[in-house]
């Protein structure tokens, strides 16, 4: 069996080593490939960049978990997504797509939908809007329900929420009820199609924006590009 592979996917982290080398994921439509530039390589390819489209030669050792990046070539880069009013919106959905489809099963639709994330975050004068509705899809695509329950009694009836912690009506205490409507924009965010989406944004954008923040934090985890949104 060869030891080198082909692959073609777009950087979602990198990571300089004190030693110089550079960790690199690339998320592909197989999955997450993870690779290490070495630093005193002959081969070292030039640096690559999050959000860059490359086809990378990977070199790989029976039983080692890191691949050897030994080939590294530029497919396709978007570079209005270095734009202080874009890039914190790729930034977010570069790093949930990283963490949310590392094993091949759902790979390869999670990789067209954070691909079509990412071309309608570089091109789009909403890239707010884009960014929530992509994260969302992002989530589904993974499997997870875009449904609240209440954290006390797990009925689906949630009006309230207590920080991040959605609440229904007997469990409320003095938790802040939700925005008017807000129950159906996040239904309507499960239900409806990214094209309808982005043709008629749901309201309250706020609340969907804390209902994310919930659903990442139960199903994913803290995500630094999160908690770095300018706020709005
Ligand atoms: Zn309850």
Same mark, same amino acid.
């Not at 890239?127 to 992509?134: E, F």
């Given at each position: 069996m060869s030891r080198y592979s082909n692959s073609s996917g777009i950087v979602t982290w990198r990571q300089r080593q004190v030693n110089g080398d550079l960790i690199v994921h690339l998320l592909t439509p197989e999955g997450q490939l993870r690779a290490v530039a070495r630093r005193r390589s002959r081969a070292t390819p030039p640096p690559i960049d999050l959000f860059q489209h490359v086809a990378v030669q990977i070199y790989r050792r029976p039983g080692e978990e890191l691949g050897l990046l030994v080939q590294a070539q530029l497919e396709g880069a #978007? &570079?209005? #997504?270095a734009e202080p009013g874009r890039y914190p919106y790729a930034h977010l959905l570069t790093e949930l797509a990283d963490r949310l489809f590392v094993q091949g099963e759902r790979a390869e639709a999670g990789y067209t939908l954070y691909a079509a994330a990412l071309r309608g975050i570089a091109a789009r004068p909403d890239a707010r809007w884009v960014a929530l509705v992509m994260a969302f899809k992002l989530l589904q695509g993974a499997g997870f329900l875009l449904q609240l329950r209440c954290s006390c009694c797990g009925s689906k009836e949630v009006v309230a929420l207590a920080g991040l912690e959605p609440r229904c009506a007997a469990c409320r205490g003095g938790a802040g009820l939700l925005a008017e409507g807000s129950r159906e924009a996040l239904q309507a965010m499960a239900a409806k199609t990214v094209r309808q989406l982005m043709e008629a944004p749901s309201q309250p954008q706020a609340a969907l924006w804390r209902f994310l923040e919930l #659903? %990442?934090?139960?199903? %994913?985890? &803290?995500l630094r590009s999160l908690q770095l949104l300018p706020a709005q």
């Amino acid at each position: 069996m060869s030891r080198y592979s082909n692959s073609s996917g777009i950087v979602t982290w990198r990571q300089r080593q004190v030693n110089g080398d550079l960790i690199v994921h690339l998320l592909t439509p197989e999955g997450q490939l993870r690779a290490v530039a070495r630093r005193r390589s002959r081969a070292t390819p030039p640096p690559i960049d999050l959000f860059q489209h490359v086809a990378v030669q990977i070199y790989r050792r029976p039983g080692e978990e890191l691949g050897l990046l030994v080939q590294a070539q530029l497919e396709g880069a #978007l &570079p209005t #997504l270095a734009e202080p009013g874009r890039y914190p919106y790729a930034h977010l959905l570069t790093e949930l797509a990283d963490r949310l489809f590392v094993q091949g099963e759902r790979a390869e639709a999670g990789y067209t939908l954070y691909a079509a994330a990412l071309r309608g975050i570089a091109a789009r004068p909403d890239a707010r809007w884009v960014a929530l509705v992509m994260a969302f899809k992002l989530l589904q695509g993974a499997g997870f329900l875009l449904q609240l329950r209440c954290s006390c009694c797990g009925s689906k009836e949630v009006v309230a929420l207590a920080g991040l912690e959605p609440r229904c009506a007997a469990c409320r205490g003095g938790a802040g009820l939700l925005a008017e409507g807000s129950r159906e924009a996040l239904q309507a965010m499960a239900a409806k199609t990214v094209r309808q989406l982005m043709e008629a944004p749901s309201q309250p954008q706020a609340a969907l924006w804390r209902f994310l923040e919930l #659903l %990442v934090l139960r199903e %994913v985890g &803290p995500l630094r590009s999160l908690q770095l949104l300018p706020a709005q």
